[in-house]
């Protein structure tokens, strides 16, 4: 081998270093490396704010992995959670792009806090969404297709308003904890009153002239020229019906369906057990609601205990219910309903069918959860063509949708 060839090798490649070397240093900031190393030493005293606004300058002038690492790092020991869990995932896109080594560390990053982050609902029901329904969180506009959807946000105090043409604006404030998911309920907004010009009947007023002779009939003012007509696209009256009737249905919202359990007794001392499903839709001050129900006892209807005398009784029953609800957490239910009886005997291995009558109370009725949840204690008299019997029953029903 020649070793003059050997020393041009080795000149070459360290002249493809160098100059490898120049191009990437080259293309950096020089303040952005400034405001990255102060940012390293501001953290080392522990001036974590300080240290935190010198990266996000960094990272402002040039965004590298390695400062929006960092820079995640510091706001998550700010406690802000959801912009620290955001930045991880930026620097894990950045690295994969890049082909960085680092992805691996802040996928990991990323997924660990993951689990500590905090969510806010901003719940607006279908039928308070009047025309031109704007909503705002901390003063920047929340899209409608973000309504009524969990979003990650940094734990404190958060600002909600909402506003529409012809309504008088809401807002709320409300504190996010920890790891906790929140769900804010806009209220219905309640209608400006009408300008005395837009009730109907009022007309001009009526003036006297100056020097007019007695017992001349007053002349109408001239009148004003037409208001131009606001760009909302909906007139203010329609816009006072929409909101009375938004205010006319309770709050937390009113949801279809319904699926429950429920267990409790008869008069006659029979355990009972079984299933609900409802569905229903609001009225003035309420609901109305179809509940189908199936309920299970098994009894021993002989003298003395006797396991041949055990009898197995299945009620299947729909009811129809007026739910009233005067305050958002708390209603009150009455209805009539109808449905069979097929009991099963083991002591002739007969069976029989018994078709029956009901009427339905509900004299409590506990919403919980912005209503996806109620507990409710319900009360029914069943009438069979022999006999009649009171039910007792507690039950629960989640509302899915």
């Avoid at 806009?186 to 010009?197: D, K, N, Q, Y």
């Avoid at 816009?239 to 359990?261: M, T, V």
């Amino acid at each position: 081998m020649c070793p003059g060839r050997d020393l041009i090798t080795v000149t070459v490649l360290c002249g493809v270093a160098v100059l490898c070397g120049v191009a990437g240093s080259a293309g950096a900031s020089p303040e952005s490396e400034k405001l990255f190393h102060d940012g390293r030493e501001l953290l080392k005293t522990g001036k974590i704010a300080q240290a935190c606004e010198a990266f996000a300058g960094s990272e402002k002038l040039e965004a590298k992995v390695g400062t929006l690492l960092n820079l995640a790092d510091c706001r998550e020991r700010q406690g802000l959670t959801a912009t620290a869990w955001s930045l991880f995932l930026e620097a894990k896109q950045l690295a994969a792009t890049s082909r960085d080594p680092r992805q691996g560390e802040a996928d990991k990053r990323a997924s660990a806090i993951a689990a500590k982050l905090s969510y806010l609902t901003v719940s607006v029901a279908r039928e308070r969404q009047v025309a031109g329904l704007a909503i705002k969180r901390n003063g920047v506009a929340v899209d409608p297709a973000l309504w009524n959807t969990p979003i990650a946000l940094d734990p404190g105090d958060h600002v909600i308003e909402a506003s529409a043409p012809g309504h008088k604006p809401w807002s709320a404030t409300r504190t996010l904890g920890v790891k906790q998911k929140l769900d804010v309920v806009v209220e219905a907004l309640e209608a400006e009153p009408a300008s005395p010009e837009a009730r109907p009947g009022a007309g001009p007023a009526a003036t006297i002239a100056p020097g007019t002779a007695p017992g001349t009939a007053p002349t109408a003012a001239p009148a004003a020229a037409p208001a131009a007509a606001p760009d909302t696209g909906a007139p203010e009256l329609r816009a006072s019906a929409a909101s009375l009737e938004a205010r006319a249905l309770p709050s937390p919202p009113l949801r279809p369906l319904s699926i429950g359990l429920a267990v409790g007794g008869t008069s006659d001392r029979d355990p009972l057990i079984g299933g609900r499903i409802a569905g229903g839709f609001a009225v003035p001050h309420g609901a109305l609601r179809a509940i189908g129900s199936v309920l299970y006892t098994e009894f021993n209807d002989a003298p003395e205990s006797n396991p041949d005398h055990n009898t197995q009784l299945f009620a299947l029953g729909i009811s129809v219910d007026y739910v009233w609800m005067p305050l958002p957490q708390l209603a009150f239910g009455a209805g009539l309903g109808f449905g069979m009886d097929h009991a099963v005997r083991n002591m002739d291995r007969g069976s029989d069918t018994t078709g029956w009558g009901t009427l339905r109370a509900s004299p409590v009725i506990v919403r919980v959860l912005d209503g996806r949840l109620e507990a409710g204690l319900h009360v029914q008299y069943v009438r069979t063509s022999d006999r009649g019997v009171v039910l007792g029953l507690a039950a629960i029903d989640l509302f899915p949708l």
